[in-house]
């Protein structure tokens, strides 16, 4: 009984990782991933890399959401990447007033 009880966990985990790697490759192709690096490794930083990749998203959402595919919303970014610095320039300077 134990043997069987077993297996059929081992095969739903199976199906489990073969379910969320198809899923994790669905999405590849319908999302941009959008890096930010912080200054360093502390706690600080990290947590302001966070705070400025959200406004960073934030701002571009509604740009991004009106691009049918994810190529076009790639040729956007490749093409306005002065924008996406400005805005992070933008909110890098208010957190030094």
Known sequence: ???????????????????????????????????????????????????LKSYIVEKLRPIMQSFDNVNDAKKWVNNHQQIIENLCYSYLKNLVK
């Open 1 to 51: 009984m134990k043997k069987i009880l077993l297996l059929y966990m081992f095969l739903f985990l199976v199906l489990c990782v073969v379910d969320t790697t198809q899923t994790a490759q669905n999405i590849s192709t319908k999302v941009l991933r959008f890096h930010v690096i912080a200054n360093s490794d502390s706690n600080d930083d990290q947590d302001e890399k966070l705070r």
